[in-house]
């Protein structure tokens, strides 16, 4: 046993041997992976072995088309047979919407450059011949997906990294993590301690207990997960891999036979009291019953398994994360803490990306490529509490092969952080999302409509609420609760010159204003988008969304380092309305002897104010393109502020505004979404945010990459457009299309109620520069579920493009 390593790798399943094998690529030899009993004993040795490519968003299909890429090559590289081979893969669809789905798959993977094809169920029978097809609406076709030995692939891996200089010890259990000064220092393991720079938690199923030992949050939970191998049945190898969704199961050739298994619609969490430490090479036991509903699936679509006989029933246990992500990245609690962990059933196919990531991220001190997908900060807290995990695991393992409707919200682990508005919304009609665990009233239903969601492709049940909601924040006064914004206090002797360095804008201001600014990376890249508040000449208040509040605050903390400062999180110390439209200042004029008047009052401004019989601090900025204020009331004022403005509200048109509505609003002003249409990957100048970037001020982070930037043409950049039918909708990630050729794809999209059209914005790309005179020129179109649409381009937003209305 060694006693000390630059890198210690907790697990050796297939992960934690990609990340080996990857940073012995990049030069790290002295790399030590520990294994508590063989490689490959967790959930690696049991799984199916399918390598799919096409993934939810561009960075992670990035990773996963890698997978196949690897796999292909890794026997030639290390003697190693893999078992991989590109068998192509068949999805069919039973129902027209289902359809509709795997179309706009097709058209969101003609972004990511994935080999597809939508098929016809005559097609699909002569690809897969064992498939019953005439009760199918469709299908798609991915040549390029495989399958792959798991247990060979990881060796593969293995082998690859002890090549390169790693080591791997197995039988060894790792019993705590040392720390030092926020860092991790080191393992300690039941055969001695192990110094060490680095640790990564590749613990898988046992993720969330190594965590724990080192004070991080993995939410992770471990839960049954089912499938038959048959006998021979005469399969003939080169089979695609068959998922019928609809059906929950997937389909693919072992031996002659045929390997089915599936994600039921509810399912069996497993390990609710911790994963034994003597489950090794284990498996549970079988549950025909519970498995009765993917076997009828099954049978109706491949009638020749209900006679054929069944050689092997597995029930491995896999891990599962709240919303069916896995995690990668740096943990905010401890420093030089990794986690890989929480592949929710697609570990193998993700394996190899995953593995280069986290090796990237590692060597390089930052992620090579925007992870926020999978990056682990995107929990909160609360979200590893045992209970919640057993609660949502239930749901998430059949949310892998459900629809994946627009809109679609979590039914299980419901109710966690909630506003003190939140009984008084519902009794208003408010119909809830969640985001980061806050109960968000999405939309409120008006007389006659019942207060849940009816999903579909097209016009949701809620679309004329919203629409009513929208038009009442353009004409009227709308009501928001804003309460789930992250809040942070940031103050102390140094807090000028640390904002100054890790904001873009220029935050030096007398107190009581506010900045909208992004904090950048050394690339220039958006990794904060957030208002900052001077409230003293020594305290600022930030606040940001909830989605990203664990990794700004990580961020931030990060960019503080020794300084003077704190940061203090006092989201739960305010409720926050947004009170928006043209008529805001009537209203709250009426319940404040504040001078609310332009001259008085100018956007971007913040101070306290008397409001009815509390003090609030009211701050003039907005989010969806109309004047108003958001309020910061102490949480124990809000419900009596609240009742005020709905009594004083009446005689306006006050009328209750949800997410849906402020995301149709900032669509049409063409307000951006920190992790849809900016990130990482992405810089103000390309954003169309130069405004926010202070040129004057000699040193913020990411200053000279934008100077590279400034001065030259911008090859990639993002554009506002609006279709010419009012009918379709956009949702996202839909190609663009300039003279017949792809230019980009749409981040984020939205039907704009007061354009009576749908309004989307996206990235472009020329060689040659994206400028107004190429956005004004060429014929644009956009393309839903294959169909292509023409659309208008602009640089500006399509709805007040001036801000006048904003500053009135």
């Excluded at 599936?262 to 489950?279: L, Q, R, S, T, Y």
């Amino acid at each position: 046993m060694l006693d000390r390593a630059e890198i210690v790798i907790i697990g050796g399943g297939i992960v934690g041997c990609s990340i080996a094998y990857h940073l012995t690529r990049m030069g790290r030899a002295d790399v030590l992976l520990l294994e508590k009993s063989g490689l490959t004993h967790g959930a690696t040795w049991h799984a199916a072995g399918l390598v799919g490519q096409l993934r939810s968003s561009h960075n992670l299909t990035r990773l996963a088309r890698y997978g196949a890429v690897l796999y292909e090559r890794l026997e030639a590289e290390t003697g190693q047979a893999t078992g991989f081979r590109r068998s192509g893969s068949i999805s069919v669809a039973r129902t027209a919407e289902r359809l509709i789905e795997l179309k706009r798959g097709a058209s969101m993977a003609r972004c990511f450059g994935v080999d597809i094809e939508v098929i016809s169920p005559a097609e699909a029978g002569a690809l897969w011949p064992l498939m019953r097809t005439d009760d199918l609406a469709g299908a798609v076709w991915i040549p390029g997906d495989g399958r792959t030995n798991p247990i060979d692939t990881t060796l593969a891996l293995a082998r690859g990294a002890r090549q390169g200089g790693a080591t791997v010890i197995e039988n060894v259990t790792v019993t705590g993590i040392r720390r030092e000064r926020g860092a991790a220092t080191g393992v300690s393991t039941d055969q001695g301690d192990i110094a060490c720079e680095i640790v990564v938690n590749c613990a898988g199923m046992w993720g969330r207990q190594v965590g724990a030992m080192a004070g991080v949050n993995v939410p992770l939970h471990a839960s049954e997960h089912f499938y038959i191998v048959t006998e021979p049945m005469g399969v003939a190898r080169d089979l695609p891999v068959l998922r019928d969704t609809d059906g929950y199961i997937y389909v693919r050739e072992e031996v002659g036979g045929l390997l089915m298994g599936g994600f039921e619609p509810v399912a069996k969490p497993w390990g609710m009291d911790g994963i034994p430490e003597d489950f090794k090479f284990s498996l549970l036991p079988e549950d025909w019953e519970h498995f009765r509903l993917l076997m009828e699936q099954a049978c109706i679509r491949i009638p020749s398994l209900e006679t054929a006989p069944v050689r092997r029933h597995v029930n491995g246990p896999e891990s599962f994360t709240p919303d069916n992500r896995y995690m990668l990245g740096e943990a905010p609690e401890v420093r030089n803490f990794f986690v890989a962990a929480g592949f929710n059933s697609v570990g193998i196919a993700s394996a190899a990306g995953a593995g280069q990531a986290v090796a990237e991220w590692i060597v390089g001190g930052e992620p090579s490529i925007d992870l926020w997908d999978v990056d682990i900060r995107r929990f909160m807290p609360f979200q590893g509490n045992a209970r919640y995990l057993r609660e949502r695991t239930r749901e998430v393992v059949g949310l892998l092969y459900a629809m994946h409707w627009p809109f679609r919200q979590p039914e299980t682990a419901r109710n966690m952080r909630c506003s003190v508005l939140h009984d008084r919304l519902a009794a208003r009609g408010a119909v809830f999302g969640v985001v980061a665990g806050w109960e968000r009233a999405n939309w409120f239903a008006t007389d006659g409509v019942e207060p849940r969601y009816v999903y579909t492709y097209g016009r949701q049940n809620w679309f004329p609420c919203a629409a009513a909601e929208h038009r009442a924040v353009r004409e009227a006064v709308g009501l928001f609760d804003q309460t789930s914004l992250a809040k942070f206090l940031v103050q102390g002797p140094d807090v000028v010159s640390v904002l100054q360095r890790l904001c873009a804008n220029d935050v030096d201001v007398p107190p009581g204003r506010i900045v909208y600014t992004q904090m950048l990376n050394r690339h220039g890249g958006i990794e904060c988008d957030l208002t900052v508040s001077r409230l003293a000449d020594d305290i600022y208040m930030i606040v940001t969304i909830a989605a990203s509040a664990t990794h700004d605050a990580d961020w931030i903390r990060r960019g503080i380092g020794g300084s003077r400062v704190t940061l203090t999180d006092a989201t739960s110390s305010y409720t926050v309305l947004g009170v928006m439209g043209p008529r805001s200042r009537e209203l709250l004029a009426g319940l404040t002897s504040t001078d609310l008047s332009n001259p008085a009052f100018p956007f971007a401004t913040t101070r306290e104010i008397e409001l009815g019989d509390a003090v609030v601090r009211a701050t003039r900025i907005t989010y969806v393109g109309e004047l108003g204020w958001e309020l910061y009331i102490p949480t124990e004022f809000a419900t009596g502020v609240y009742e005020r403005m709905v009594a004083a509200g009446a005689s306006l048109g006050l009328r209750h505004a949800g997410y849906h509505a402020m995301d149709t609003l900032r669509m049409e002003k063409g307000y951006r979404s920190w992790g849809h249409d900016i990130g990482i990957d992405d810089t103000p100048l390309q954003a169309g945010l130069g405004f926010a970037v202070s040129w004057k001020k000699p040193d913020f982070t990411g200053r000279d990459a934008l100077l590279g930037q400034r001065d030259k043409p911008l090859a990639r950049r993002l554009v506002m457009f609006t279709l010419w039918d009012p009918q379709p909708l956009l949702l996202g990630d839909e190609p663009i299309w300039r003279d017949n050729v792809l230019v980009g794809r749409i981040t984020s999209a939205a039907y704009g109620h007061t354009l009576a059209r749908s309004v989307a914005m996206g990235y472009v790309t020329h060689p040659d520069g994206v400028d107004t005179a190429f956005v004004s020129t060429g014929r644009w179109e956009l393309e839903i579920a294959t169909e292509r649409f023409p659309a208008t381009a602009s640089l500006d937003p399509p709805y007040d493009p001036t801000s006048r209305r904003v500053r009135m």
